[in-house]
């Protein structure tokens, strides 16, 4: 099984469109997670950590369940400018202290 | 203005003929990390520095190696660059927490340097 897995997409929504991703974590000690967000040809940048009891920011909502080992970005009335690539991080428990693992991403597409 | 800077932004060489990527940031982080990211195959760590004379390898090292003598530079030389080198490399950089699992702090990357290697 894969460190961090998740659908790679491309998710196609209109403007205004409520829209989910998931993604899977492996190692059960991991402790930090994260949403990047990447534009095109551009360097990622974190968008949100994400807590074990969920949070906010302004559209967009993070949870995180660690029984089931999945974090989720919920993103609510898309922009055109909500599109990029979605990209999940965990953190390497154990001997690589302090390293982040990324998942491939997911690629999100807002359309007028 | 905190930022990661690399060099070259751009580069295009021929096999063999060894190159430095540099990076430098201005935030006094402890944690440096360099990044591929390759079509379908997402960021791919290459090597990861804890703090200074402290570097690891990461997922995909060969071909590769950094060293960390300064706590602001960490750079990626390729001693005999092949096609397959060819891509998108990044460099980030965060405060780093060694002696605490978690890995906490924001991670900032440069703005990516594209290489190709004929």
């Known amino acids: 099984r894969k460190e961090v897995e998740q659908d790679p997409g491309p998710f196609n929504v209109p403007e205004g469109a409520t829209v989910a991703f998931n993604c899977t974590y492996s190692?059960?000690?991991?402790?930090?997670f994260f949403w990047y967000r990447q534009d095109c040809r551009k360097e990622p940048k974190l968008l949100m950590s994400?807590?074990?009891s969920g949070n906010e920011d302004g559209r967009f909502t993070a949870q995180l369940n660690r029984a089931s080992q999945y974090i989720s970005l919920l993103i609510r009335d898309s922009k055109l400018s909500d599109s990029a690539t979605y990209l999940c991080?965990?953190?390497?428990?154990?001997?690589?202290?302090?390293?982040?693992?990324f998942g491939k991403g997911t690629k999100l597409s807002v359309k007028p | 203005e905190a930022q990661v800077t690399q060099n070259p932004r751009y580069l295009i060489t021929v096999t063999g003929k060894k190159l430095t990527v540099t990076c430098s940031q201005n935030?006094?982080?402890?944690?440096m990390s360099w990044y591929r990211q390759d079509p379908g195959l997402g960021l791919r760590q290459i090597y990861y520095?804890?703090?200074?004379?402290?570097?690891d390898k990461g997922d995909v090292p060969e071909g590769y190696k950094v060293s960390r003598k300064e706590k602001r530079n960490f750079p990626l030389i390729l001693e005999s660059p092949s096609p397959n080198q060819t891509s998108l490399y990044f460099c980030?950089?965060?405060?780093?927490?060694?002696?605490?699992?978690?890995?906490?702090?924001?991670?900032?990357f440069g703005e990516g340097s594209r290489l190709t290697v004929l």
């Open positions: 994400v807590y074990s």
């Open positions: 980030a950089s965060k405060p780093g927490h060694p002696r605490l699992a978690g890995g906490f702090g924001e991670l900032f």
């Open positions: 935030m006094n982080h402890e944690y």
């Open positions: 991080v965990v953190n390497s428990p154990g001997g690589s202290q302090g390293n982040l693992i």
């Open positions: 190692n059960s000690a991991s402790q930090s």
């Open positions: 520095s804890m703090n200074v004379e402290v570097t």
